[in-house]
Each structure stands twice: as C-alpha cells, then as structure tokens.
Antibody
Framework: EVQLAESGGGLVQPGGSLRLSCAAS????????MSWVRQAPGKGLEWVAN????????HYVDSVEGRFTISRDNAKNSLYLQMNSLRVEDTAVYYC????????????WGKGTTVTVSS | EIVLTQSPATLSLSPGERATLSCRAS??????LAWYQQKPGQAPRLLIY???NRATGIPARFSGSGSGADFTLTISTLEPEDFAVYYC?????FGPGTKVDI
C-alpha cells in the first residue's frame, strides 16, 4: 500500500527550529518529486516547498524562502523539512505529498503533523 | 502569479442533489487544474487532475471540465460522504475552497 507518514511536529517558541520528517512506503520514492503543503487552523491549503527526485532542484513559497529547507534521503525513503526562525504564522498542519506529473499535483498525502509556534 | 477564485464559498445542498463548483484562474492555465476533497481532520484527497481526469479510485459521480481560465467540478448525485471542502489547484497555487454542506 502506498503510504506517507509525517512526524516531528510540536510546540516551539518563535525564533526556534523544528525538523519534520515524512516516511514513504509502497512505491519507488526516488522516482517522484515530493512536496510539503500546510494548512493553518481554519484556513485553506498553502503549498510550501517541493524537491525533485534527485534532491537537486528545490522550490519554496516566498514566505519561507531562506528559513525552511526541504531535503530527501532516497536510501531511507524519507523527505524532510528543516524549519528555522519559526514565526507564529507558520503554525499549521504540515502535509507531505507525492507529486504526480509536472505540475505539483499531489496524488498521495500523509495524515499531517501539527506545528504550533507560540510563546 | 496566478490567482484562483472559487465560487460559491458555501454550497448548501441535500443528498441526491447535483453540485456544481466553479474555479476561475486569473490567467489561462491550459488544462493544468486539479481538484481535491478535504473532510474535517483529514488530509486532502486528489479527485481530478488535468481538469477532467479522475484520480485512481474516484467514483464516476465526480467529473471535471473546463480549460483556459474557467473550470467546473460536478458531483452528479451527492452522497452523504461528499459533504466536505473542495479545493482547486494550479501548480503551487490553491483556491480558497468551496464548502459543500447540508
């Protein structure tokens, strides 16, 4: 069964750091672009970042550029999101998603992990 | 930057009725438009990609149409489990969502 499972969320103070992980199973992880998408409480979906199958090409939404780093370890079938200089507005459920095709369509999603940035 | 607008914000219907949801892009996106369903406390689920292709396992009552800047998601006969929020997406942009409720 194709699955994604996020972990690493929690409560962190403004300015702090957190590293999210996403474990993939049931498919050839190294063949796919992967994305992180977040959802603030009571709000809609916001695309955060993606990474190419080889880990070389990466893209970010402007609001996290320079603070967040997306990476992957194809040997471990894992996706990561290193989040530094966290802000209150980064509070959200963070989902990892497998990307289908060339246009950031997420065809498989994890259940999400909650990040709360608060003092 | 492309902006997606969805209408209506809320659609109040009953099981058995037909639902028609709209997504409009600020400029042409060709056929590169996807639709997702999200229920409370759950992750989004891909319904439609490339404007009109149903994703794996999606019932035939869900259909997508449109191209350019105007797109429609139709649910032909609403089932109780279809009451949810629906988002359209083009690349890294999501629409604000349409809530389908009873």
């Amino acid at each position: 069964e194709v699955q994604l499972a996020e972990s690493g969320g929690g409560l962190v103070q403004p300015g702090g750091s957190l590293r999210l992980s996403c474990a993939a199973s049931g498919f050839t992880f190294s063949n796919y672009w992967m994305s992180w998408v977040r959802q603030a409480p009571g709000k809609g979906l916001e695309w955060v970042a993606n990474v190419r199958h080889d880990g070389v090409a990466r893209h970010y939404v402007d609001s996290v550029e320079g603070r967040f780093t997306i990476s992957r370890d194809n040997a471990k079938n894992s996706l990561y999101l290193q989040m530094n200089s966290l802000r209150v507005e980064d509070t959200a459920v963070y989902y990892c998603a497998r990307v289908q095709g060339e246009y950031d369509v997420g065809d498989v999603w994890g259940k999400g992990t909650t990040v709360t940035v608060s003092s | 930057e492309i902006v997606l607008t969805q209408s209506p914000a809320t659609l109040s219907l009953s099981p058995g009725e037909r639902a028609t949801l709209s997504c409009r892009a600020s400029q042409s996106v060709g056929s590169y438009l996807a639709w997702y369903q999200q229920k409370p406390g759950q992750a989004p689920r891909l319904l439609i990609y490339d404007a009109s292709n149903r994703a794996t396992g999606i019932p035939a009552r869900f259909s997508g149409s449109g191209s350019g800047a105007d797109f429609t998601l139709t649910i032909s006969t609403l089932e109780p489990e279809d009451f949810a929020v629906y988002y359209c997406q083009h690349r890294r942009t999501f629409g604000p969502g349409t809530k389908v409720d009873i």
